[in-house]
C-alpha cells in the first residue's frame, strides 16, 4: 500500500504562482512513476505532468509545458508541482497519483486532491 496526501493548493490570482506537494508513505519503493492530474468542475480528469522514481524523465501535458515544473525530493518521499504564469483554466482539484510495481493499468495510488482556483 501507497498513501498520498498533497497540499498546497489555494485561491491565487491569474499570473500568480502554486507549489503543490504530494507526500508518499508506506510502499514507497515500489513506486515506478508519480503523476499530477486536475479535474476542473464539468470537465474529466486530465493528465497533467509526470516523473519517473529517478527523476530522470519527465512528461507535461502542452498546455503547462514552460509554465508547471514536476520534481521530486526522493529523500523525503515527496513530490512537487510547481506553478507559474497561473491562468483561470487552470483551476480545477490536483491530485497526485502513483504507478507502482505491482500495477497492471497504470496508477493505482491517489491521494485526496487540493483545490486550486485562479482568479482572472
Known amino acids: 500500500q501507497v498513501q498520498l496526501v498533497e497540499s498546497g493548493g489555494g485561491l491565487v490570482q491569474a499570473g500568480d504562482s502554486l507549489r503543490l506537494s504530494c507526500a508518499a508513505s508506506g510502499r514507497t519503493f515500489s513506486i515506478r512513476i508519480m503523476g499530477w492530474f486536475r479535474q476542473a468542475p464539468g470537465k474529466e480528469r486530465e493528465f497533467v505532468a509526470d516523473i519517473t522514481w529517478s527523476g530522470r524523465s519527465t512528461t507535461y501535458v502542452d498546455s503547462v509545458k514552460g509554465r508547471f515544473t514536476i520534481s521530486r525530493d526522493n529523500a523525503q518521499n515527496t513530490f512537487y508541482l510547481q506553478m507559474n504564469s497561473l491562468r483561470p483554466e487552470d483551476t480545477a482539484v490536483y491530485y497526485c497519483?502513483?504507478?507502482?510495481?505491482?500495477?497492471?493499468?497504470?496508477?493505482?495510488?491517489w491521494g485526496q486532491g487540493t483545490q486550486v482556483t485562479v482568479s482572472s
Open positions: 497519483a502513483a504507478d507502482t510495481m505491482g500495477s497492471s493499468s497504470g496508477y493505482d495510488y
